[in-house]
């Protein structure tokens, strides 16, 4: 019988919370845009889904 892969399922889970988390960040960002802002706007960095999804690695 197989073991199951618990580090490929804390993976999994932390891909999906962090995918959450952009989705989140997106949304209050829009939210924002309709907003006058006081101060300097900073670029976001990119999150590691979108450096994974860009590179295609693991």
Not at 7 to 20: H, L, V
Not at 34 to 39: I, K, R
Not at 45 to 50: G, L, V
């Amino acid at each position: 019988m197989a073991r199951p892969n618990y580090g490929f399922d804390k993976r999994q889970r932390e891909i999906k919370k962090n995918q959450k988390q952009e989705e989140k960040r997106l949304k209050k960002l829009a939210a924002r845009e309709g907003q006058p802002e006081d101060g300097v706007t900073e670029a976001a960095p990119a999150s590691t889904a979108e450096v994974i999804k860009e590179t295609g690695g693991e």
